[in-house]
């Protein structure tokens, strides 16, 4: 028996199309014409954090990739096949890692508790942590440290993401390709650049940076 949650599902779908055709009777046909996003949002899986919503684009104007904690995981072919279709066929020009504060996947990543298969993805996150755990651990607040550790997180997913070597050829052949590291307020709804931005492989070291 189909429950009242789920039909509901279906009578909001059906209330969303008519507001959307009360504003615009073309709205769907011009959708149906093909995307051209300007942005590749790379974010967490979490449902409180809406891609488009957060910054008031529309249907059509991002596209999207969400996982655990917002990682760019280099043997993750599905990253990797929505990074290579947004650069190389959809020609995007602005790449965002989102993350947000209070992100059950990073939280999971600074304890030792075992979650089950999830902790095959939490352990990169891991990696992530020793990577700067002199600086974590000096932090003696906990929810500072947890902050600091999204942060972090998030900004070496962006320079995990410029080492690519999809996004090395985007650079090499001049295509405009700008990448971002943001984190969001799930308690405030606000978003904050984090100051790591690239629009080429100036910013990484040499071995990184890949050549014909």
């Known amino acids: 028996m189909t429950s009242d949650f789920y039909k509901s599902l279906i009578a909001n779908n059906k209330k969303w199309v008519q ?7 073309e709205f769907f046909k011009k959708l149906e014409e093909g995307q051209q996003p300007p942005i590749l949002w790379i974010g967490c ?5 809406p891609a488009n919503e957060i910054i008031g684009a529309n249907p059509g104007e991002v596209f999207v990739h969400r996982n655990i904690a917002n990682m760019v995981v280099h043997s993750d072919l599905n990253m ?7 650069v190389n066929i959809l020609r995007i020009r602005h790449v965002i890692v989102c993350g947000h504060y ?4 990073v939280k999971a990543a600074m304890g030792n508790k075992s979650h089950g298969l999830v902790d095959n993805w939490i352990r990169h996150i891991r990696d992530v942590y020793r990577h700067h755990h002199v600086e974590l651990d000096g932090i003696k607040n906990v929810e500072h440290r947890f902050d600091t ?9 962006v320079y995990d993401l410029a080492k690519t070597s999809i996004v090395q050829d985007a650079w090499k052949r001049g295509q405009d ?6 984190v969001y307020g799930v308690g405030t ?9 690239f629009s080429c492989n100036a910013q990484l070291e040499e071995f990184y940076k890949l050549e014909s």
């Open 189 to 197: 709804g606000i978003v904050k650049d984090l100051n790591v931005n």
């Open 19 to 25: 507001s959307k055709l009360e504003k615009d009777p």
């Open 177 to 182: 390709l700008y990448l971002h590291g943001w």
């Open 45 to 49: 899986s979490d449902s409180r954090v």
């Open 149 to 157: 550790f999204v942060e972090l997180n998030i900004k070496e997913q």
């Open 102 to 105: 209070g992100c059950g996947g």
């Open 80 to 86: 990797l096949s929505v990074l290579d279709y947004a």
